[in-house]
C-alpha cells in the first residue's frame, strides 16, 4: 500500500490555513501548534460528528466538562503521581532525546511492538539492530531512564506557600470523579456511560510527526460504568462502534487494523488500539479498555467516598467495572486529512490536489464563486442567505478553474457558481469536488441540496 507524503501535507496544512507552527513569529515552540480558520471547522466538525455519534445517539451516555487542574490527590488515586513515566534515552552526539519504546518500533515501521519490554530488553534490542539517532545518525546513546509526563505548575499567591498542581494528562478522571454527580442528577442506571472532549497536557519525550504526538492535545473519550458479567460485551460493542465511527468518516477499512495490547496492565482484562496506516507507519489512532473496577476502587479509597452502585431491581450492590474508548481529536484530524489527501491526474494531464473530506467535516460546505467582478453584488446576497445555514467562502479572485482547485484542496464539497443566467432566471451552477459535475438549480433549491448530502 502507498503512502501518502506527511511534508506535502504539512505544507498544505500550513498553507491553506489548516494547521500553523505554534508561535511561529518567535521561531515557533516545539511541537505545539495552532489551528487556523480552516483547521478550526475541520476539528469542530470532527468533534461534533464525534458527539453526535457517542452522545447524542447513543441511550445512557451523558457528557461532562470537567476542569483540568484537579485536586493533587486525584493524580495519587489515578496512580498518575507515583509512575507516570515514560522509558527515555539521550543521544550523547546532538543531545535530542527519544522514547526508548518508539525507537524500536519507528525503526521496525512498526513490525516489533516493545509495549511488553522492559528497559534492559529495550537497550539490548536498540544496541543489536544498532539503531541510530534519528536527529544526527549516530549510535551514541545514555542508557535508559524513566521520564516524568505530568506537567506540573502552581497554586497560591505566596511564594513559598504554594501548591503544586497538575495540567491533566488525561481526561477520563473527570468523569470518575463525577460518577456519583452523574449517576445521581442525571438518575442514571447501570450501564451508562460519561463522555468528555478536552485538553490534555503531556510532557512527551519525543513529540513528533506533526500533530501525531504533541504536548497538548484534546482527547475525545468515554467510560462505560457496567457490572462485571457483561462488562465483555460492552467492550466488544464499543470495538465495534468505534471501528464503525472511522468507516463512516470515510476511513478505508484496509487503512485500520485492530491491536490487542501485548502487556496488560496489573488490573485491565481487555485492551487494544486501532491503529491507522499513518504516512510513517501504522500508529495507534484510538483505543478501548477493560479496565475493571481498578477506577472507581481507587477514588473510593483516596477520596473515602462510596462509589458503589445499588441495582434498583435486585438491590446488589457493587462497584462498576469501567470500559474506556479514547480517541485523540488532533491525532484523528491527521488522519482524517491523510485520508482524504489525494492527487489526481485530470483528463487535460493536469494534476490536482483534493481532499476527499466527509462533507460532514469539510470546513466549507459551499464556496460561492461569481463568475465575473460585476457579479458580485448578486453572488454576495446568495452567500449571505446560504451563511445562515452553513460555513461559507467567497472567492472572486482569478480564473474559475484556479479557484475551483483552492476549493478542491480543502475539502469543500461544491461551489455555486454565479454567472449572467444567475440575473435572468435565479438558477446557479452547483459544482461536486469529487466527481466535479455539475448541475443546474434554483438559488432556493441549493439549501436542501447541499444538506441532504452533507449529513453524518
Ligand atoms: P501513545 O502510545 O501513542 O502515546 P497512549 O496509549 O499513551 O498513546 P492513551 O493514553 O490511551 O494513549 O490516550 C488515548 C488517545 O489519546 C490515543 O489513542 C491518542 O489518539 C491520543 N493521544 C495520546 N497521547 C497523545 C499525544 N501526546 N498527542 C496527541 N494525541 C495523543
Not at 534515552?89 to 519504546?101: H, N, T
Not at 483516596?302 to 474506556?324: A, L
Request: glycine share 6%; aromatic share 12%; proline share 4%.
Amino acid at each position: 500500500m502507498e503512502l501518502k507524503n506527511l511534508d506535502k501535507i504539512v505544507a498544505l496544512c500550513k498553507n491553506r490555513g489548516f494547521v500553523f507552527s505554534g508561535s511561529e513569529i518567535y521561531g515557533g515552540f516545539a511541537n505545539t501548534w495552532d489551528y487556523g480558520p480552516v483547521g478550526v471547522e475541520l476539528k469542530n466538525n470532527i468533534k461534533k460528528a464525534w458527539w453526535k455519534r457517542f452522545v447524542q445517539e447513543s441511550p445512557n451516555t451523558y457528557g461532562v466538562d470537567a476542569a483540568i487542574l484537579m485536586n493533587p490527590r486525584v493524580w495519587e488515586a489515578s496512580g498518575h503521581a507515583q509512575g507516570f513515566s515514560d522509558p527515555k534515552m539521550d543521544c550523547k552526539s546532538c543531545k535530542q532525546r527519544f522514547r526508548a519504546d518508539n525507537l524500536i518500533e519507528d525503526h521496525s515501521h512498526g513490525k516489533v511492538s516493545a509495549e511488553a519490554m522492559t528497559n534492559e530488553e529495550m537497550e539490548t534490542y536498540i544496541a543489536e539492530n544498532k539503531i541510530k539517532c534519528p536527529h544526527c545518525g549516530n549510535f551514541n546513546w545514555t542508557p535508559i531512564r524513566q521520564f516524568k509526563l505530568m506537567f506540573e505548575t502552581s497554586r497560591g499567591t505566596v511564594d513559598g506557600e504554594k501548591d503544586t498542581v497538575y495540567l491533566r494528562p488525561e481526561t477520563c478522571q473527570g468523569e470518575y470523579v463525577n460518577f456519583l454527580n452523574i449517576q445521581r442528577s442525571a438518575r442514571a442506571k447501570v450501564p451508562f456511560a460519561i463522555a468528555q472532549i478536552g485538553k490534555s497536557f503531556r510532557n512527551e519525550i519525543t513529540p513528533g510527526n506533526f500533530i501525531f504526538r504533541t504536548i497538548e492535545f484534546e482527547q475525545m473519550e468515554l467510560q462505560n460504568f457496567c457490572k462485571e458479567a457483561t462488562s465483555f460485551d460492552v467492550y466488544e460493542d464499543y470495538k465495534k462502534q468505534a471501528h464503525q465511527f472511522l468507516l463512516d468518516l470515510n476511513f478505508k477499512d484496509d487503512h485500520l487494523k485492530f491491536h490487542d495490547h501485548d502487556k496488560l496492565a496489573f488490573y485491565a482484562k481487555a485492551a487494544c488500539d486501532i491503529f491507522y496506516l499513518f504516512p510513517m507507519g501504522w500508529s495507534e489512532l484510538n483505543g478501548i479498555h477493560h479496565r475493571s473496577t481498578h477506577d472507581l476502587s481507587r477514588h473510593q479509597e483516596f477520596s473515602g467516598k462510596s462509589m458503589q452502585y445499588v441495582d434498583p431491581v435486585t438491590n446488589e450492590k457493587f462497584v462498576p467495572n469501567v470500559i474506556e474508548y479514547s480517541i485523540g481529536c488532533d491525532r484523528l484530524v491527521l488522519a482524517v486529512l491523510c485520508e482524504a489527501y489525494d492527487e489526481e491526474t485530470l483528463e487535460n494531464g493536469e494534476t490536482r490536489v483534493v481532499m476527499h473530506l466527509h462533507p460532514a467535516l469539510s470546513p466549507y460546505k459551499v464556496a460561492v464563486l461569481p463568475l465575473q467582478k460585476n457579479l458580485s453584488e448578486k453572488a454576495k446576497g446568495i452567500l449571505k442567505t446560504l451563511s445562515k445555514e452553513f460555513m461559507c467562502d467567497y472567492d472572486e479572485a482569478g480564473s474559475i478553474g484556479k479557484r475551483y482547485r483552492r476549493q478542491d484542496e480543502i475539502g469543500t464539497p461544491f461551489c455555486v457558481t454565479i454567472d449572467f443566467d444567475t440575473l435572468e432566471d435565479d438558477t446557479v451552477t452547483i459544482r461536486e469536488r469529487d466527481s466535479m459535475q455539475q448541475i443546474r438549480l434554483k438559488t432556493n433549491e441549493i439549501v436542501s441540496y447541499i444538506n441532504e448530502r452533507i449529513k453524518f
